[in-house]
T-cell receptor, first 115, second 115 residues
């Protein structure tokens, strides 16, 4: 039973256009959602996060939107740059319950930004 | 901030052998996590420590796996009697206090290959 799902294994966009990466979750107990970026042969690095009490968080070219009723979040990158090409993981964490104390990750979406 | 360090980066061993991995977290980070990642999947939680106390272990962590964090500094993950299915990337991460909104800082992982 996968609690965090990224249904698109890959996404390809043109440089300068918008990249939209999606994530769905099943457990309504999740309180925080984080996006990580991973380059080959490196560990994941934190990108941006959002609390469940918000519906949007923005940091430069990166914006995360949360639709709590739909249990869906998305990461928007605009404009996309070739250096954004990486695997993006969605992760969720909770304050209480069985998911407290750790992060639950999706399987990732590989983003390719073409020059 | 020297980052999270994991050693070795690669480990190749024969089935049935024991292996031990080391993780040095960012200094003064109280929370330390171990994850396992296989190809095409996101990191799967194995266990975490708050200082020297191991607070939770995933059911993925069979009795062949043991983790320690003596004195609340570095951590080791040992796998006894390795099996083919243990082949994976083992990731270590740390965070200052372990609150859910805190991003985790990952090392570059130890890739284990079982012959």
């Amino acid at each position: 039973d996968q609690q965090v799902k990224q249904n698109s294994p890959s996404l390809s966009v043109q440089e300068g256009r918008i990249s939209i990466l999606n994530c769905d979750y099943t457990n309504s107990m999740f309180d925080y959602f984080l996006w990580y970026k991973k380059y080959p042969a490196e560990g994941p690095t934190f990108l941006i996060s959002i609390s469940s009490i918000k519906d949007k968080n923005e940091d430069g070219r990166f914006t995360v939107f949360l639709n709590k009723s739909a249990k869906h979040l998305s990461l928007h990158i605009v404009p996309s740059q070739p250096g954004d090409s990486a695997v993006y993981f969605c992760a969720a964490s909770a304050v209480i319950g069985t998911n407290a104390g750790k992060s639950t990750f999706g399987d990732g979406t590989t983003l390719t930004v073409k020059p | 901030d020297t980052g999270v360090s994991q050693n070795p980066r690669h480990k190749i061993t024969k089935r049935g052998q024991n292996v031990t991995f080391r993780c040095d977290p960012i200094s003064e980070h109280n929370r330390l996590y171990w994850y396992r990642q296989t190809l095409g999947q996101g990191p799967e939680f194995l266990t975490y420590f708050q200082n020297e106390a191991q607070l939770e272990k995933s059911r993925l962590l069979s009795d062949r796996f043991s983790a320690e964090r003596p004195k609340g500094s570095f951590s080791t993950l040992e796998i006894q009697r390795t099996e083919q299915g243990d082949s994976a990337m083992y990731l270590c991460a740390s965070s200052p206090t372990g609150t859910p909104i805190e991003p985790q800082h990952f090392g570059d992982g130890t890739r284990l290959s079982i012959l």
